[in-house]
């Protein structure tokens, strides 16, 4: 990987892809706010992955659960249970570790005494009402996936949906990660794209196999390079509790490799302990075997935050051009935060301007767009490319007499000369 993590922080903070949140107060760690630039980018991600796993298919559902859920739905899911790490205090810097990250029997950060290990478990705690008690607790959600099981049956009634099928959702999650860093790899609140696709119980293994293939291939049809993608069966240590198997789709970051997604076989595992606590009948009658079973689960779970760092870092390139480095977000036409970038070539002339400022007012609406005339061509040509901006629109002296335009392509820096009548077919044609 040719690319220094640095680069990518100190370009996402300089151009509003991501800033430290609070940071007027010294910054919440692990938190990330998403800039201007940002959210078209992580909205982008969204978006292309619900048009891929909802729209482009006929086994797919949607739904948007709320991150508030009964306390009960953690206690059925294993997570009050298990969701937990061993950690270890400092007595002396006050500082708290993982067990594995504890080598000895002193702190690794100042030398110090240790307290016993004790369980923390990474669930945020709240309060729900006027009282805070035990009885009032519960959580915020540590996963989407819940939510998905518990309106199981209310999908199935409403939809009349027969096996196998998926459902869908994009949401927020919290851990309190105790061990965070990596820029925005792993951080204590984030968004994941989840699916949870219910099969028969002997198709598993074979639903299993080809959601990894279908996850996989989706990453490179939207720029991922094939060699910095690999997928990884997890031990048996590894396993979290409900699952039978668990591959990741690892991403080869400039700090190692690391998790893009899971996929990983639930079984029946979250239907029948729900069914099991609530008292509630989570089966499916199958058409098939004319009999009632509880459908094995197959859930490819994939973080927003981690994708558009994979994506972010994949398209960034540098490159010599007339004796100057010129640095490319070569980011896929459907991800690219900025479609098109309009600017008088005279910011002096106010013919220029009004025109260009005319063009920009047309095109909005169908994509992105914006208008810039805060530097010479040049520099504003560098800034776009720093960004992603597919593609630069320059009005000039011309354009007053002949009504065309120059149209500069980010990636070949060739240019077209384009009547503005056609413009928008123009670009509509190259955006498609």
């Not at 992955?49 to 086994?59: F, K, N």
């Not at 006027?130 to 409403?158: C, M, N």
């Not at 927003?304 to 980011?331: C, M, N, P, Q, T």
């Not at 047309?362 to 040509?381: C, E, H, N, P």
Request: charged share 30%; net charge neutral; glycine share 6%.
């Amino acid at each position: 990987m040719s690319v220094e993590m640095q680069k990518i922080i100190s370009l996402c903070k300089r151009r509003g892809f991501i800033y430290q949140d609070s940071e007027i107060y010294g910054g919440l760690g692990s938190v990330w706010d998403y800039g201007p630039l940002g959210v078209e980018l992580k909205n982008n991600v969204k978006r292309i992955w619900w048009q891929s796993v909802v729209y482009e298919r006929d086994d797919m559902e949607g739904l948007d659960s709320a991150i508030l859920m009964h306390p009960d739905t953690w206690k059925a899911s294993g997570h009050v249970a298990s969701f937990k790490d061993l950690l270890i205090d400092c007595k002396d810097c006050k500082k708290r570790f993982k067990q594995e990250e504890v080598e000895e029997s002193k702190c690794p950060e100042c030398g110090g005494r240790l307290g016993s290990p004790k369980y923390f478990n990474l669930m945020f705690k709240t309060y729900i009402g006027s009282v805070e008690d035990r009885q009032s607790q519960i959580y915020l959600r540590p996963e989407t996936a819940q939510g998905i099981f518990v309106d199981f049956s209310h999908i199935v009634d409403s939809t009349r949906r027969k096996l196998p099928f998926g459902i869908a959702q994009i949401g927020k999650a919290f851990r309190n990660e105790i061990t965070t860093g990596n820029f925005t790899f792993r951080a204590r609140e984030f968004e994941m794209m989840e699916i949870e696709y219910f099969v028969r119980p002997q198709e598993a293994q074979e639903w299993h196999e080809y959601w990894i293939e279908e996850r996989l291939n989706w990453y490179k049809r939207f720029g991922i390079k094939e060699g910095n993608l690999r997928v990884r069966e997890h031990t048996k240590k590894e396993l979290a509790h409900y699952a039978r198997a668990c591959y990741d789709i690892e991403y080869r970051f400039p700090f190692g490799w690391g998790e893009l997604e899971g996929l990983a076989n639930r079984t029946d595992y979250d239907l029948s302990r729900h069914s099991e606590l609530s008292g509630k009948d989570l089966s499916f009658f199958d058409e098939e075997s004319k009999e009632r079973i509880v459908p094995y689960v197959i859930e490819p779970s994939a973080g927003v935050d981690r994708s558009f760092l994979a994506f972010l870092i994949d398209a960034y390139r540098e490159e010599e051009v007339r004796g100057e480095k010129r640095v490319v977000l070569g980011l896929h036409r459907d991800l690219a935060p900025i479609k098109v970038a309009v600017f008088p070539l005279l910011r002096n002339r106010p013919q220029l301007v009004r025109l260009a400022k005319e063009i920009t007012h047309q095109l909005r609406g169908s994509y992105k767009v914006v208008y810039d005339d805060t530097a010479s061509i040049g520099r504003l040509y560098r800034r776009q490319d720093e960004v992603g901006t597919l593609y630069c629109i320059t009005i000039d002296v011309k354009s007053l007499s002949d009504k065309k335009v120059t149209v500069r392509d980010r990636d070949s820096m060739l240019q077209d000369r384009v009547a503005i009548t056609q413009l928008k077919k123009y670009l509509d044609d190259k955006l498609k």
